[in-house]
């Protein structure tokens, strides 16, 4: 029995006995959700924390790094040769925004990669060049589960160890700032987000991380695009001055309610801002980056590091097309291969903003299968080999009673300036393509025997 699978056996009986079983702690756990504002996030109605060894993450860690070195690398490689930048399919917008220096090196400052361990491996499947919403909730959550009773109970037998990651956040985007040439020592922040109608600054999920900005030293808003004004070189919310956009907006759903013309773009492109994540950084939310960093003609002459990190880490990736490629040093036809090869195949738009879905082989018939591969060739999209989802049995709070549910697990570990600071861990319902009550983040230690 490994350390993780006795730790998770140990806490499971700690939960199912006397005095935790009645569930008061649980309850009185909800409640403390309601007093930090958690509980309208997305949260998972989890009761037990997600553990992973040191070992683990420490393998993790160096191998994200290496990957995200990758990543900004083919990213700057497809920026400069016009053939690799036709094959991530960008909108014509999202192109001429990618031209536009945003006076700072690196072209994702804040990002994570999905990654799924199953059984002592790892694969990263996906990168979003954002912090999502587990750095600020997972710390929060770390911060509530640690003194929980049965996780005191737990803690007498085992060593846990938080991952926080807002810190880090923080220094990254005044790295990014300073390099940018920005003039103050603390500059005022803007986290430009979209809102929901009627809902006000203080209610939205970014009003913890202003509230911590704000301690820190640098004053913090969150505003809408439409809150923005721009006008004799300052950007502006009212009379609030901004020095530095922290942007939570993807790109498409801008250029979908907002043209170039917007105050955010003229500022950006007049250098009246500094901006992280630049709009050059959504070349790495696009699937097709994986097909860039699984092309060995491509990733040829990359450092020994990052070549070994996409050999282990990557899965074979091919934007969808009529067109023959290499699949393990073999030239096959990719439309032929995908139908044949469904059980190990997964289908995946390129955007994440797309309302678009992932299919997955093993899940669909022929039939089925057929049918979402002509999608994905009117439409772009990428065909990755699976990776096998990692599993684990959780128990839930659900209608006031102990649910023990096995629920998927998808690690993301977070990069802050091409550094790995901590990890958040998403828990979803197997098979499930759309919204589940279930679903959300859940506390992420690190496990140690004591």
Known sequence: MTLVSEAVARYHKIVQSEPYIDLAWAESLQERLKAEKLSNRPISPVLRPHFL???EYTVMAKAAEATFAAIDRVEQLALSHPALLARMQLLPAERMLAGVDPGYSSFTVTGLLDTSIHNGSLQFVGHTAETPAGVVYGDALADLFYDAAPVKEFRKKYKLSKVGGVKHLLHALLKAYKEFGGKQKKPQIAIVEFRQPFQSAEGSEYAPLAEFFTKEGCPTTVVSPDQLEY????????????????RRIKLQE??????????LVRAYKERAICMVNSFRSELG???????LLSDETVTARFPAAERKAIKEFIPWTRMVQAAKTTYRGHTVDLPDFVMKHRTKLVLKPNDNSSDLHSVRGAETDDIGWEKALRQAMRTPYVVQEVAEPSRAVFPLFQYGSLVMKEMVVDVHPHSFAGKVHGCSSWLSVPGSAGFSTLSGLAPTFLLEGK
């Open 53 to 55: 060894t040191m070992r």
């Open 231 to 246: 006008r004799n070189g300052v950007l502006r919310h009212g009379e609030f001055t901004i020095d530095l956009v922290y």
């Open 254 to 263: 801008f250029l979908f309610r907002f043209d170039l013309n917007h105050p």
């Open 285 to 291: 939310t696009k699937k097709a980056i994986f097909d």
